[in-house]
C-alpha cells in the first residue's frame, strides 16, 4: 500500500496503475461501511485508491469540521486488510491553495432534504469530489447508499459534465443492531447509542406499511414521527418521503421512493434511508 500526500505525487502513483483503477472518497475514520466499499471496488477492479480528507469546505461555519474525529494510523491499518494500493492524504492547503475560487453546483436536487438544512454542503461536496476525480481519474468510483442525496448528486454532476466516470452505489452497512455505520456514531454517549436504532426501526416501520399497501406518504411519515418521538432525546430534522430522481416530496406513492431522515441524537446528527417501490 502506497501513500500520497501530495496531488503529483498521487499523480506519480496512478501513472504506474497498469489496469483499471477504482476510486473511494472518503473522510477517513472509518468503519466496515468504507471498508465495504473499498472490498468492492477491489472485486472489479486491479487498483483501488481511497482519499482521506475532511473537505473543510463541505462544513458549515457552526458544524463539526474541527472536532470531526481523525485517526489516520487506524485508518491506514484498515485499508491495509482490504488490500487497497493506493491511500490519498492530501492536507486543506493542497487541496485548496491560496486564491482557488471556482465552486462546482449541481442545482435542483441539492435543494431539498440534507441540502435544505445544510445550505452550501453539496456545493463543497460536489467541488471536492471533482478535483479529486481530475486528480485520481479514475476509471469507476463507488459511494454508500448511506449517503442517498450524495450519491445522486455526484450521479447528476458526472452525466451533466460529461465526465468519464462509472458510478457503483453500495448498499448501507449497518451494525447488528440496525444502526448504520456512520464515523459521527462516535459522538453518541453510551446513554444514547442504545437508542440510535429508532431511525431504523422507522424506516422498517415504514417499509411494512408499504409491503401492506400504505402508499399515504403523510401516515407513512406521522407512524415513523410517532415511533422516533418515544426516544425523548431524538430531535427531527426531517423525515421525507421523495421521488428517487427528482428527490421531491411525493403525496402519494407510485414509482421508485427514497425515504430520508436526519435525527439529533445528542451531538450527533444521524441520517439513514430506504428506497421502496
Ligand atoms: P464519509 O467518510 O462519511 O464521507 O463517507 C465516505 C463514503 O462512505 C461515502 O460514499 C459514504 O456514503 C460511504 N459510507 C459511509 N457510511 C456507510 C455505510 N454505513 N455503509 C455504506 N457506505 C457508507
Redesign the pocket.
Known amino acids: 500500500m502506497q501513500i500520497a500526500h501530495t496531488i503529483s505525487e498521487m499523480k506519480t502513483l496512478r501513472s504506474k496503475c497498469t489496469g483499471p483503477v477504482s476510486f ?5 475514520y472509518l ?1 466496515d ?2 471498508l ?2 473499498v472490498r468492492r471496488a477491489k472485486k472489479d477492479n486491479p487498483f483501488a485508491v481511497v482519499s482521506i480528507f475532511v473537505n473543510p469546505t463541505q462544513f458549515a461555519p457552526n458544524e463539526d469540521f474541527k472536532t470531526y474525529p481523525r485517526d489516520i494510523d487506524r485508518d491506514l491499518a484498515m485499508l491495509e486488510t482490504v488490500k487497497t494500493d493506493i491511500v490519498f492524504i492530501p492536507s486543506p492547503e493542497e487541496m485548496y491553495p491560496e486564491g482557488c475560487n471556482t465552486w462546482v453546483d449541481v442545482e435542483g436536487i441539492t435543494a431539498t432534504l440534507e441540502g435544505r438544512s445544510r445550505p452550501k454542503h453539496f456545493r463543497g461536496v460536489t467541488t471536492v469530489c471533482n478535483k479529486l476525480f481530475n486528480i485520481v481519474e479514475a476509471d469507476s468510483t ?6 442517498a442525496q ?2 445522486l448528486v455526484i450521479q447528476k454532476m458526472v452525466a451533466d459534465l460529461n465526465m468519464n466516470l462509472k458510478i457503483i452505489v ?5 451494525e447488528k443492531d440496525g444502526l ?4 459521527r456514531n462516535t459522538y453518541l454517549t453510551a446513554e444514547e447509542r442504545p437508542s440510535a436504532p429508532v431511525l431504523y426501526k422507522s424506516l422498517q416501520l415504514a417499509s411494512g406499511m408499504y409491503e401492506k399497501g400504505e402508499r399515504d406518504a403523510r401516515k407513512i411519515v406521522a407512524a415513523m414521527t410517532q415511533l422516533i418521538s418515544t426516544v425523548p432525546a431524538a430531535k427531527i430534522d426531517y423525515i421525507c418521503v421523495s421521488d428517487i430522481n427528482t428527490l421531491q416530496d411525493v403525496d402519494t406513492i407510485k414509482g421508485k421512493v427514497v425515504i430520508s431522515m436526519a435525527v439529533k441524537l445528542g451531538k450527533p446528527r444521524l441520517i439513514d434511508n430506504i428506497i421502496l417501490g
Open positions: 473511494v472518497p472518503t473522510m477517513g468503519h461501511g468504507h465495504e466499499l463507488y459511494f454508500g447508499q448511506k449517503d450524495q450519491a453500495v448498499p448501507t452497512v449497518r448504520a455505520m456512520s464515523s
